[in-house]
């Protein structure tokens, strides 16, 4: 019989901010344990929330093997891997002082916006463990943010947002990137009459991750079914999963059943060509194809694919400011979708134009469409690293879009 053993926790300082103050703060520790016990090719689960008795949780995922939940159990290792990253943001202590002291600059900053939603420090921990000798363990520490802003004028809930998260806190870079966004709002643009290229984060590409997974491919199914090893974008397009310890706060180098990449990355698209698919054990072993490293599982359910945690569209190190003069910035969208075919269309909130580095004015809403061969293809420009911000160090997509003015 195989065995494993996945322990996460988490400590996290959350503090709410309403109407511009801080108005609740939870501390929070959570452990969350869960064994997985195989033989016969069926899986049995047990999870625990809490500390707990290790022997009796593994009695429970043997026992639950009666459940005859079909899944292999191709266990490999005897590695051992130990990445810490954790680090004293913000003393505990201070954390409150000092989301009280962020909460009264921006109101005075910007007494013409009121800020809501949560700030959070976290350190958390996970450690795996299995019957074939692997034993990882990787801690980190985050300080995120998540900000809805409405101008004291508007009747709508919020009119943007800003958010990040990084593994050092620095309430300076966060003010001038908020304010970047905040001093040229009220600077009402008319749509360019000539064509630009938009620029948007990577949610042009998460619409198609689904279609990017073993078991939609191995169907026949997909925007990408029968390309695999084939030119599917432009050649300096290169889409992958980077689980290198360190570069993105809180991403583990390990996924949820234990699965480790070589040199921490896993090309789905290089160079413009589908090279790799997303799967996790189950998928591996019966489409017999490579571990992307993709196994997301609730602490007591069975894994699936579904953890995108690292995924990037490499930049080369360019940054935005260096492959773009004059563009479409966008903000903030709402919905959006993919059809069969590829597809995208989706609506914008608010957009700025952006021009020699700098965010300059906000642009009426309207929709951008097109298709995701295109986008990535023909009308891509480039990927950059978002150097309009200092704080939020977001990469963005650079394309031709389709403009649906309203």
Same mark, same amino acid.
């Given at each position: 019989?195989?065995?494993?053993?996945?322990?996460?926790?988490?400590?996290?300082?959350?503090?709410?901010?309403?109407?511009?103050?801080?108005?609740?703060?939870?501390?929070?520790?959570?452990?969350?344990?869960?064994?997985? +016990?195989?033989?016969?090719?069926?899986?049995?689960?047990?999870?625990?929330?809490?500390?707990?008795?290790?022997?009796?949780?593994?009695?429970?995922? +043997?026992?639950?093997?009666?459940?005859?939940?079909?899944?292999?159990?191709?266990?490999?290792?005897?590695?051992?891997?130990?990445?810490?990253?954790?680090?004293?943001?913000?003393?505990?202590?201070?954390?409150?002082?000092?989301?009280?002291?962020?909460?009264?600059?921006?109101?005075?900053?910007?007494?013409?916006?009121?800020?809501?939603?949560?700030?959070?420090?976290?350190?958390?921990?996970?450690?795996?463990?299995?019957?074939?000798?692997?034993?990882?363990?990787?801690?980190?520490?985050?300080?995120?943010?998540?900000?809805?802003?409405?101008?004291?004028?508007?009747?709508?809930?919020?009119?943007?947002?800003?958010?990040?998260?990084?593994?050092?806190?620095?309430?300076?870079?966060?003010?001038?990137?908020?304010?970047?966004?905040?001093?040229?709002?009220?600077?009402?643009?008319?749509?360019?009459?000539?064509?630009?290229?938009?620029?948007?984060?990577?949610?042009?590409?998460?619409?198609?991750?689904?279609?990017?997974?073993?078991?939609?491919?191995?169907?026949?199914?997909?925007?990408?079914?029968?390309?695999?090893?084939?030119?599917?974008?432009?050649?300096?397009?290169?889409?992958?999963?980077?689980?290198?310890?360190?570069?993105?706060?809180?991403? +583990?180098?390990?996924?949820?059943?234990?699965?480790?990449?070589?040199?921490?990355?896993?090309?789905?698209?290089?160079?413009?060509?589908?090279?790799?698919?997303?799967?996790?054990?189950?998928?591996?072993?019966?489409?017999?194809?490579?571990?992307?490293?993709?196994?997301?599982?609730?602490?007591?359910?069975?894994?699936?694919?579904?953890?995108?945690?690292?995924?990037?569209?490499?930049?080369?190190?360019?940054?935005?400011?260096?492959?773009?003069?004059?563009?479409?910035?966008?903000?903030?969208?709402?919905?959006?979708?993919?059809?069969?075919?590829?597809?995208?269309?989706?609506?914008?909130?608010?957009?700025?134009?952006?021009?020699?580095?700098?965010?300059?004015?906000?642009?009426?809403?309207?929709?951008?469409?097109?298709?995701?061969?295109?986008?990535?293809?023909?009308?891509?420009?480039?990927?950059?690293?978002?150097?309009?911000?200092?704080?939020?160090?977001?990469?963005?997509?650079?394309?031709?879009?389709?403009?649906?003015?309203?």
């Amino acid at each position: 019989m195989e065995k494993q053993k996945l322990v996460n926790r988490t400590r996290s300082y959350a503090a709410t901010l309403a109407a511009g103050e801080v108005s609740s703060l939870r501390i929070n520790d959570d452990e969350k344990t869960v064994i997985r +016990c195989y033989s016969g090719g069926f899986i049995g689960i047990a999870g625990r929330i809490g500390e707990g008795d290790d022997a009796e949780l593994e009695k429970e995922a +043997c026992a639950a093997l009666v459940q005859g939940i079909p899944y292999p159990s191709p266990l490999f290792g005897g590695d051992e891997r130990r990445e810490d990253f954790s680090r004293e943001i913000i003393a505990e202590k201070d954390f409150l002082g000092a989301v009280k002291h962020l909460a009264a600059r921006l109101k005075k900053s910007f007494p013409d916006f009121i800020f809501s939603d949560k700030i959070i420090l976290e350190n958390s921990s996970s450690e795996y463990k299995d019957s074939a000798g692997t034993d990882y363990s990787f801690f980190c520490s985050s300080f995120s943010l998540g900000l809805m802003i409405k101008s004291v004028s508007s009747a709508n809930i919020m009119d943007l947002a800003y958010g990040a998260k990084r593994n050092y806190y620095d309430e300076d870079a966060i003010v001038s990137d908020i304010s970047a966004l905040l001093d040229v709002y009220s600077a009402k643009l008319p749509m360019p009459e000539e064509k630009l290229p938009v620029i948007i984060d990577l949610s042009a590409v998460s619409y198609m991750l689904g279609d990017m997974t073993a078991e939609m491919y191995s169907g026949g199914a997909g925007i990408f079914a029968g390309r695999l090893g084939q030119k599917v974008f432009r050649d300096d397009v290169n889409i992958l999963i980077n689980r290198t310890p360190g570069k993105n706060p809180a991403v +583990c180098f390990f996924d949820d059943e234990g699965v480790t990449l070589p040199g921490d990355k896993f090309y789905l698209v290089k160079d413009g060509v589908l090279s790799g698919l997303a799967t996790y054990r189950r998928t591996a072993a019966e489409f017999n194809m490579p571990l992307s490293g993709c196994g997301y599982a609730e602490f007591d359910g069975v894994p699936v694919c579904s953890n995108f945690r690292g995924l990037e569209v490499e930049t080369g190190g360019k940054k935005l400011s260096e492959v773009l003069k004059r563009g479409i910035y966008v903000s903030v969208t709402s919905g959006g979708d993919m059809t069969p075919d590829g597809n995208i269309a989706m609506p914008v909130m608010l957009a700025y134009l952006y021009e020699d580095g700098k965010l300059v004015g906000t642009l009426p809403e309207f929709g951008i469409s097109g298709n995701v061969f295109d986008i990535l293809g023909k009308d891509f420009v480039a990927a950059a690293k978002n150097d309009v911000f200092s704080f939020n160090d977001e990469d963005v997509i650079i394309s031709y879009f389709n403009i649906d003015a309203k």
